[in-house]
């Protein structure tokens, strides 16, 4: 690694926390579930398909317009199950908590906690608190898992990804994470809200709707731009998407101009890319827009090219100014704790 | 809940703990797989039983004699599936670092946890990273969440608890404690090593020889003391041990003398606790003698009545002395960040 001290873009989901991944923790646990690198891990357990989860919360503030670090803790499990096509069944929670946090605080926390995990029809079913002294934690931090079963017959992975897929968004980017900036920066008043929702309902649809999709994945940390830089190079393809059929709301474009951030790479908490078979393109379109977390789901772009081995796997953006952009993965434009 | 702060007591195994629990994580979650209380949830997915669980790992300091926070994560979870009856076969792993961590460091607890995880036999497939600005955590945390299944045909649960069971103790209380209060009030050189092992290898000897192991648990925060409350108030029913065939260590024994502690009370992360029928014991005992982490295994006492809704369950002490004390949850007394 380029360092040898721990840098908040480690955590970031770019660039840095590609080394740490790649360079620490692959060569210790190397394993080809590990190796994969998807959301979930899909492995073989008692003869079944099961896939398993992990992702600890750290999000600053804990209460934010339209959800708080317990709600985000389950929709984020959910939906690292549900795209890699799982229905998820079971939750683990554990928390860190720092003392002195006030009782009340972890009550509105856990009670959005059941919420969600009612909304998305998954079990807490085995838990675990720890108290650190004060200032050696900041509030609370959460770590959930999940397990699930998957049955899809498609197996969903970059890999899958075929030349001419269609590429699918399902809906507006970067509201949580213009949410928690503008928090931050004193912006609260701006009407921008988080869009942390669980997916499974909306992937359930997808699903149905064709028996060709190829790739999913959730658009959290380092926004739609990393995912999609993170396919194309694990699915060894050119992706080609286009900036005016990618939806952003008013408020968040408008937050970003003002905090000279790029919607393309805000988190995300509710909002899946899927690749599919152009031909079905439309039916899962369709699908998706009949959910509530689909409703502005659009093509966005598709997959240009696909040959092994072929080192220019890259992610293009055709731009409104008509130009064509390579997407990197961000880089030094930090926004930690994001979730 | 009877304050409106967290305190650092109620992450201590104790009293509190146990009013976290149920006043607040059981009201909000509940449903019969949490209900049970058990270290793992045990669940029907895909039509086998799946064992589940969580812990997450705040031990300072992070790196102590017999092991570091890395090799602890494995360990715990790995015990807490093997105390459930489940082989344990797959493992996450999610990280909260501070900025300005040692990469160096990082890497030996990473080494670690390929070690622990190489020996007990499971492999570790999914994964996250969080980092946090400096001053918002202490260097590392850990959540590790494991998987596994369940074979063994008789239930393991307090409920299969039996009057006249025999209780067998895996070897010596107080070892992990003790190495790390050791370590912090400056008796690093008292030779006293932390018992952190995984028990899956011996649990699978012991439930090879009998068919009628009712109840196992490690006992780690609150000790074995705690445990034995726990088991003996989830079982409705009253247990008898005798002090003077506990196994401590000198080194631990003198330790507790000079730091006011008591061994009972002290975290283990390689021990535990199991009920099996009285005409299996002397089988068991020595299938788990047999076994590296069983060597100094004892009969140290039984259950001495089960009656339905009696409200005298409870755990005696018959000590050295010649006395008999009724054991209770340790409460005040804290050794905070333990594991």
Known sequence: MKTDKILLEHGSGGLLSNEIVSKLFLPAFRNPLLEQLTDSAVLELGGKRVC??????????????GGNIGSLAV?????????CGGRPFFMSAGF???????VSDLRKIVDSMRLAA??????????????????????????TSGIGIVEYAQRISPESIEEGDAIILSGSIGDHGAAIMGLREGFENAGIVSDSAPLNGLVDRALAASGRVHCMRDATRGGLGAVLVEIASQAKAELEIRECDIPVKEAVRGLCEILGME???????????????KDDALKVLDAMRGHEFGRDAAVIGEVT????????SRALLRTVAGGTRVLDLPAGELVPRIC
């Open 52 to 65: 398993f989860t992990t992702d600890s919360y750290v999000v600053s503030p804990a209460f934010f317009p």
């Open 75 to 83: 929709h984020g499990t959910v939906n690292d199950l549900a795209v």
């Open 96 to 102: 860190i908590l720092e003392e002195g946090l006030p």
């Open 118 to 143: 009612a909304q998305a029809g998954v079990e807490i079913v085995t838990g675990d608190t720890k108290v650190v002294p004060r200032g050696a934690a900041d509030g609370i931090f959460i770590n």
């Open 263 to 277: 919607p393309l790479y805000l988190a995300n908490e509710g909002k899946l890319a899927l690749f599919c078979h």
């Open 305 to 312: 090219g696909k040959k092994e081995g072929r080192p220019g």
